[in-house]
T-cell receptor, first 112, second 110 residues
């Protein structure tokens, strides 16, 4: 158990819908990262938050957004969902700098 | 983008054989970090090792060992005396916002 929690574990929804994925980092970790894992794109970095502030963006679509709250949990919002958004979404947390990131169990999103 | 390349898509071995996973990275940075993660069939990503670019000493942890060669931009991973529980996808990554390789599927059969 990495200490990072993600909910829900599975999510099935329809095209055009909006969903919210939630992540709670390990106790004491200020950084939260979001990644998408799909068969065609592999593991891709989406976005990084540190202590509530956005620090870096990767290949995140404009339809996607994230935030980190004062209690350090983070949410990833995916809207106007398309079939191609079906993937495993991971959250990871770390301390400062380039410390190792510890990953949550992931949320498997299926868009029908 | 600065790529991380894992050229081996899948490696199949029989239990007790050694297996080496290759990782080659690109970077323009003088200081950087490299990582290996394991993804077993259950799907979670398990951290294995972090290596700083200024520390080229090889590392051994039990049956796992890592060979970091800055001159060839490689960070290879060896599993000695493989076991069925080692069956997983192994990812090499360059950090902070991790740039992952495509992963290598390791299949260990009894």
């Amino acid at each position: 158990d990495s200490g990072v929690t993600q909910t829900p574990k599975h999510l099935i929804t329809a095209t055009g819908q909006r969903v919210t994925l939630r992540c709670s980092p390990r106790s004491g970790d200020l950084s939260v990262y979001w990644y998408q894992q799909s068969l065609d794109q592999g593991l891709q970095f989406l976005i990084h938050y540190y202590n509530g502030e956005e620090r870096a963006k990767g290949n995140i679509l404009e339809r996607f957004s994230a935030q980190q709250f004062p209690d350090l949990h983070s949410e990833l919002n995916l809207s106007s969902l398309e079939l191609g958004d079906s993937a495993l979404y991971f959250c990871a947390s770390s301390g400062t700098g380039d410390n190792e990131q510890f990953f949550g169990p992931g949320t498997r999103l299926t868009v029908l | 983008a600065q790529k991380v390349t894992q050229a081996q898509t899948e490696i199949s071995v029989v239990e007790k054989e050694d297996v080496t996973l290759d990782c080659v990275y690109e970077t323009r940075d003088t200081t950087y970090y490299l990582f290996w993660y394991k993804q077993p069939p259950s799907g979670e990503l398990v951290f294995l090792i972090r290596r700083n670019s200024f520390d080229e000493q090889n590392e051994i942890s039990g049956r796992y060992s890592w060979n970091f060669q800055k001159s060839t931009s490689s960070f290879n991973f060896t599993i000695t005396a493989s076991q069925v529980v080692d069956s997983a996808v192994y990812f090499c990554a360059r950090g902070g916002k991790l740039q992952f390789g495509a992963g290598t599927q390791v299949v260990v059969t009894p």
